[in-house]
């Protein structure tokens, strides 16, 4: 490739991403950028649609199929993003990597680390753009434009829905399902980000309005930031506005339900109980064992061993009656932690051999264990917002510790709250009781955690966890099994 058609290449990609920072920066056009933009893409074969933030993602792919195979990993392949697993963990995003790594440039390659690429197969310099380049800056340029111009005012149900069908483009741009880094919004900065931008624009909308109308509220695809508006609007609804409000956290609560199941399900914990003989059916054969046992049965003249003893494995796990006491701080930095707590305790009460208690509390506490195995009546039945007042959760829940050994009490709060507690803490530490602490986080992505609790709590041996839901189903396994 002759050098200036690499320069050609270079200053079209860069026609394209001073476009989607002018758009980004400032909602009125730029007719120069404009006009050399549409010739570029229209060089490309791309459709014209696509520089148009009007025209969402997910309408293009419908109308173009073949763009929707480009934009799946389109930020990942590239950029040694290891695409996410099916277990739900986030990817590891551009500029994130656990060492530091250089941060990403404005068409996700990493800066330091895109200009020291071997030489292409076309032949073209390290670092030097190409065709193919330009046509990615161009569908790139279309996922971050949709999804981070979300501008200003009101909002429609439609609106929301469009973006969240772009955030859900983004995210598989990088590797991820549909809604996945926004579901866990503490998993990363651009996490937190897309969860904080989703959240804004429910709050712009006009909710109480979308609710009165089944049609439109059908339309909203129920998320933490939703849930989260719903649950601190709900007092205001009546009527038609409540029943769709409900249906639309009952949506919610079933489908990070099935989620948290399925966790719970794979999380494999538990001491193998050598007292109990080994259920003699095939799938517990020990193939190996039985074959070294017999291996004295081997005859050469008829090329076989005769097996007169089966070996299988012990499966049992040791498992004894255990208490498991959720304590839930209702206010409103709460919400994720929360809906995803009340929903693992309803999973834990369905348990054999397993009796879980949940105490909710603001200024005062609230004993919600006759609902805990219906997480939708619990979350209908909290009030979040108001001031925080450990001690009266204590009163509470303290009694209810009947065998310390056997119990764990999982606390969850930002921890803002009267510094006696840790007096408290330190007691049920020393008495036997495994203490788990679980931190907030919104659904902007924002942690925010007392930091002399946390680190008292990490002094005591019972550091806060936050994060991933998945320490916590380890962390309980663990104890219960």
């Not at 200053?11 to 570029?40: C, K, T």
């Not at 069908?165 to 991820?176: I, K, Y």
């Not at 930002?414 to 840790?422: E, G, M, S, V």
């Amino acid at each position: 490739m002759s050098d200036s058609r690499i320069s050609a290449d270079e200053n079209r990609r860069q026609v394209l991403y001073w476009r989607l920072l002018a758009r980004l920066f400032d909602n009125d056009e730029q007719p120069s950028l404009e006009a050399a933009s549409m010739a570029i893409v229209g060089d490309l074969g791309l459709p014209p649609a696509l520089l148009d933030p009007a025209v969402s993602v997910d309408n293009i792919v419908q109308r173009f199929p073949d763009l929707g195979v480009e934009l799946r990993g389109l930020l990942a392949q590239q950029d040694g993003v290891a695409p996410a697993p099916v277990d739900g963990h986030s990817p590891e995003l551009p500029g994130e990597a656990e060492d530091g790594g250089a941060s990403a440039s404005v068409d996700g390659r990493p800066s330091g680390e895109a200009e020291d690429d071997a030489a292409s197969a076309d032949g073209r310099p390290p670092g030097r753009a190409g065709e193919a380049e330009v046509r990615r800056a161009a569908l790139v340029s279309k996922l971050l434009l949709n999804v981070f111009s979300t501008g200003t005012g009101d909002v429609s149900a439609t609106d929301l829905a469009r973006w969240q069908q772009d955030a859900g483009w983004f995210e598989q741009a990088l590797g991820a399902e549909p809604g996945q880094l926004r579901s866990h919004p503490g998993g990363g900065e651009l996490a937190g980000v897309l969860a904080g931008l989703e959240g804004d624009l429910v709050r712009r909308m006009r909710l109480r309005e979308v609710l009165a109308d089944s049609a439109l509220a059908a339309r909203l695809t129920p998320s933490m930031s939703l849930i989260e508006q719903l649950l601190r609007d709900k007092a205001n609804l009546s009527g038609v506005a409540l029943a769709n409000a409900k249906a639309l956290i009952r949506r919610f609560v079933e489908e990070v339900a099935e989620v948290l199941r399925t966790q719970v399900e794979k999380t494999s914990v538990g001491v193998i109980d050598r007292s109990v003989p080994p259920k003699r059916v095939f799938r517990n054969l020990d193939v190996e064992r039985t074959i070294w046992k017999n291996l004295t049965n081997w005859s050469p003249e008829d090329q076989r061993l005769y097996v007169d003893r089966l070996y299988y494995r012990q499966t049992a796990r040791r498992t004894t009656p255990a208490r498991l006491i959720v304590v839930v701080d209702q206010s409103g930095s709460m919400v994720d932690a929360m809906v995803n707590c009340t929903i693992l305790a309803s999973i834990f009460a369905g348990l054999p051999k397993v009796d879980v208690h949940l105490v909710a509390y603001d200024t005062r506490a609230l004993d919600l264990t006759p609902w805990v195995h219906d997480p939708f009546e619990v979350l209908l039945r909290t009030t979040l917002g108001g001031g925080t007042n450990g001690t009266v959760a204590m009163a509470l829940a303290r009694p209810k510790i009947a065998d310390p050994r056997n119990t764990v009490m999982v606390w969850i709060s930002d921890f803002y709250d009267n510094r006696a507690l840790i007096t408290d803490f330190e007691a049920l530490h020393r008495s036997g009781v495994k203490f788990i602490p679980v931190g907030s986080v919104n659904s902007s992505g924002h942690q925010s955690v007392d930091p002399w609790f946390r680190q008292k709590l990490k002094d005591l041996g019972t550091p806060v966890i936050s994060g991933h839901i998945r320490k916590l189903v380890f962390e309980l396994k663990n104890f219960l099994a």
